[in-house]
């Protein structure tokens, strides 16, 4: 994360609450990690968007906006399980930011998605997303490495999640 610019900054994390993230405790080491996410994004009075998506679609949690109360109570009620619709996810991330962009043309607006890329969905990076970032949480002797080609398919990083850690 950078300092916030003259038009500020709006991250929107994508999280994957799937069946497969639960497994290894992956979804509770994205929680903990998007704890530490909104606490950065607060101390640059920047926005944050939480959007889960997992078993049959994907929904808004939070924002946009400046996370003043963020903790780990908030993340607490969000579950795993089910199917991976990883392009329900990035539709509904697609429609925050668009609106941003139009409500804000010049912030600068940050994609994070927060996964093990366990899913066979396809979708498009979404146009009004200047960064985007994969955070890949997958672990395991078999590795489909899905993260790391739809990182570069879409022009973006893939980090893990002690590269964010330290």
Not at 6 to 25: E, I, R, T
Not at 56 to 84: H, I, K, S, Y
Not at 110 to 123: E, F, K, P, S, Y
């Amino acid at each position: 994360m950078r300092e916030t610019p003259s038009g500020g900054v709006l991250h929107c994390f994508v999280l994957d609450c799937s069946g497969s993230m639960l497994a290894g405790q992956r979804l509770a080491l994205a929680k903990g990690l998007l704890i530490a996410l909104f606490d950065r994004a607060s101390a640059m009075r920047a926005e944050a968007a939480l959007i889960c998506f997992g078993g049959a679609g994907a929904d808004l949690r939070f924002g946009p906006a400046v996370p003043r109360w963020w903790n780990e109570r908030w993340l607490e009620p969000v579950g795993g399980g089910g199917g991976t619709p990883f392009a329900a996810g990035i539709r509904h991330a697609t429609q925050l930011l668009g609106r941003s962009a139009r409500r804000n043309p010049a912030q600068q607006r940050w994609l994070w998605v927060l996964t093990d890329g366990r899913t066979t969905d396809q979708a498009t990076r979404p146009l009004d997303a200047d960064e985007v970032v994969f955070v890949d949480f997958e672990r395991g002797a078999i590795r489909l490495g899905r993260c790391e080609r739809m990182a570069s398919a879409w022009g973006a990083r893939r980090v893990t999640p002690e590269e964010l850690i330290g």
